[in-house]
């Protein structure tokens, strides 16, 4: 490499890592509002939030950016250039591509909006009225349809959004998976409610006090073998992981005395986000390359610790006498058999986030129906509630009696994120598929988890997965990871067997 | 006001709002790695701090920030902008000169020594090692003086260190009332080591609980009118208050189980400061004046709280009981006036942080004479340890077995705060002179105290100093508070007469 070349990549690094020490700001500051920050300062915290990432949507869309792109890009610097600069310049490439073929005017007006809708959204909620989203909803749906114009597509317009999310998915892939998704479930969860076979639950609802909730969650984070010299565990309203740097990822989880699968497999799940974090490769350090792949690569990977680890019955053959041990009272007349069956009790039910594994990808089917009909102008944004309750009686035999326990339950909408629902099942489709594949190097995974080793579970998915961070496209790292594209049969094979055991069906 | 001062204005406000918002930033950061960041993110993260105080530091000496003062500093733009803009000016020009007068490359060596001399001084302090932090102190020292040629001086140099910390403060005035105060406590110190009537002072080393400390001092916050809705308490080695905005100043305290003493008097010490955040005027929010007036005055209102409330016998007859409910073991057998003067001890030591309030401003002034002697160049370096230990042997009788818990004690030289010291003192000084003020308007302060109604003290400090935030200099304050200027005689009449009666002296 030449020497302008040398001093141009050194002075583009120094940029990004600038953008990166915004980025850890942010961060930061939101994930105080989030645990404890005292309500009195948190209007200006979220104006000091939203003007650091205006800057760094700035720096994102600078002249300079522009320029080192522009020199960084063409053939002599990609052939001089190593893996990890080529690969960051194309990442921010893409970004500067996407938010600078938005005119700035119409950018602005669109977070305006946003930052409303969310306020209103959770307001109409409460009430129940959809009538007094709608405005907000419709000219979100509007800009992002504009956004797409600009951005251009080539199918379908709705896989522009998906590709943000999900960088390379399309809708005739989630066409085709979630057909034969669907073509599984559906009969399943019928066969599942006209079992004489079904789990007794009403032990799970005792009371089981917080702090012991906590104390048992934390020894379950060090056997998965979360790094809590690089990351903390605190108390929040609507749970997540954070980045904040690479040393420094956090858990945040809830509690309900009434109810201790929320925190248990609450905290496992924002636990298998958080140790994707804190294991992709240190050589990835001050780059926006030292982050997940995509929303359902991230996915994938808390879904495997929550689904493929916690509701399995070996993780409980090690476990339960520990559980136990927090709450006595309430386990000491179960049987691990029972408790087993009873927290994979499958149901089914209107809100997405409280759903079983089972039920769980059709709410995300009929989301994403919707936004496709919608982004194909095939619906109209107000016909959604009525649309909404006629899919949930169609795939679940439900109907929301309510639209804030129906199409108004998830914040997604009211923060523009449209094409962002499939991701959770894609993850959870990657996660089958790299159990499946995870099978082939440790055979002993059932017996692993009866020790309550988990390590060697841990190791294979840094190997295969954490390690390359934003290195690889979500599809190259399934494909590297277990040798074919995504296949959605391990899937349905996981359900089937574990379901159809679980209610003793034939 | 002309549209285009009007504009000017506007574009100036806006500037230093943007300010404020990477201020917060910043602050938020550093708290968090002193309260809970997980260890392996703190390098990360320090390196992040003093990227975004760079850019602060950056605005602050910007062409820009040149061109806003240059327009708004002229006589037609003073009379017609308001008292606030003006004054926002003021401040910024004193800045932008200080800073601006020091060229890049030597402030930035001097900052890379700064970084170093703290970890340095670390581990000097731990191995009692003078020689080891000695290059490091004389390069500090050396930059200091340097820049004091930038800046320059009049009467003497050390005169514009202190105005850095204590605007408007000079040798001339603290020789003054250092000179006097130390010829009334040095006797009445030396009286109270040979009075016969010294307090029992076992019981205060009883085993407390953490959790209970914590119980009590929450609800003593309380009482002395702090926040927690814009505000909160946390853990902590080193014991801070910070604003992080105007609806979030934070406390952080440590606790000693066999010690009370440290996590009450500590708390009520920081809350002091966070108090005087929590009540400046909302109109100076988003500008560098909404913060304390200086040193000196910050500690007024952290003492105030700490000895003039927290150390006198009314408040004790308030809260004794209280005290007792968290660990009546401890406190059962004691009586109220046992404990005031166990908790009014006053016996010289070696440790400035853990002085009483008698001893502690001789503690101040050595460090104050031996400053202004190394700033007027009339002693060495090297020569400090030895010229400190000389100085404990005079003052309080007591000379340090090692460096650790002499010269070596403190790191404000290893941050190269020189002149910081005596803000100590003065904030006593004012503190005494506060008290005597707010006498003449609440003359039954005593019998609130027994009350537990602190709320007309708080009262009084928001209107004559908390309101003000920086809009007045320090002895502006004082002087409207009191109707004088500093007045070192109310600090020493306290003092006095508070231990002669505790010590029974005649």
Known sequence: MNATMLSIEKEFLAFVKKMMAYKEAVSLMYWDLRTGAPRKGAEQRSETISMLSSELFAMSTSEEMAAYIGKLS????????????????????????????????????????QAHAETIWEEAREKSDFAMFLPYLEKLVYYNKRFIGYWGYKEHKYDTLLDQY?????????????????????????????????????????????????????????????????GRLDDTVHPFATGINPGDVRITTRYDENDFRMAVFGTIHEGGHAIYEQNISKELVDTLLC?????????????????????????????????????????????????YRAINESKPSLIRIEADELTYPLHIMIRYELEKAIFNDEIEVKDLPQLWNEKYEEYLGVTPKTDAEGVLQDVHWAGGSFGYFPSYALGYMYAAQLKQSMLKSIPEFDQLLEEGNLTPIREWLTENVHRYGRMKEPLEIIQSATGEGLNVQYLIDYLTDKYRAIYQLN
Chains 1, 2 share one sequence.
């Not at 591509?97 to 909006?113: C, G, M, S």
């Not at 090690?318 to 927090?326: I, R, T, V």
């Open 74 to 113: 063409n053939k002599e610097a990609k052939e001089s250039l190593s893996e990890r600069t080529n690969r960051l310049v194309e990442e921010c490439k893409k970004e500067y591509d996407l938010n600078k073929k938005i005119p700035a005017d119409e950018y602005k007006e669109y977070v305006t909006i």
């Open 291 to 339: 982050d997940g792949a995509s929303m359902g690569i991230h996915e994938s990977q808390s879904l495997f610790y929550e689904n493929f680890v916690s509701r399995h019955q070996g993780f409980w053959e090690h476990n339960f006498e520990l559980l136990n041990q927090y709450a006595p009272d309430q386990f000491d007349r179960i049987t691990l058999d029972e408790f």
């Open 166 to 230: 999900e960088p390379g998915m399309t809708v005739k892939t989630l066409d085709e998976v979630f057909g034969k998704l669907r073509q599984s479930i559906v009969p399943l969860v019928k066969d599942i409610a006209d079992s004489l076979n079904k789990p007794s639950t009403d032990f799970l609802y005792d009371t089981f006090p917080k702090a012991k909730q906590k104390e048992f969650t934390l020894q379950i984070l060090d056997q998965m073998g979360y790094d809590f010299d690089a």
